[in-house]
Structure formats: C-alpha cells, structure tokens
C-alpha cells in the first residue's frame, strides 16, 4: 500500500494506492483546503487517521 499528498489549485488530497491479485485499486479522499488535508496526513503518519 502507499499513499501520497497531492496538491493542486491551492486544495490537497491524498491518494491510496493498493497493489494484488494482480489489481490495483486507488482511493482518494476529497479534495479540501491545505490545512484540513495537513492535518489528515499527519494523523495518517502518526497511526491515529480513521
């Protein structure tokens, strides 16, 4: 699994890439301003994201 913070026109998101059986199936959360999604990706490194 991997994941990644992208940004664009001054809103982020983070997109979920997962990889098997021979499928790779990506999710993004929605796009929101900076510091909404900042704080999400923190949770995310911390462990504490839901």
């Known amino acids: 699994m ?17 990889r098997g059986e021979g499928a790779t199936v990506v999710h993004e959360s929605p796009w929101q301003r900076v510091c909404e999604v900042e704080e999400l990706w923190r949770r995310l490194l911390e462990g504490t994201a839901r």
């Open 2 to 18: 991997a994941y990644e913070l992208c940004q664009a026109a001054g809103l982020m998101f983070i997109r979920r890439t997962s």
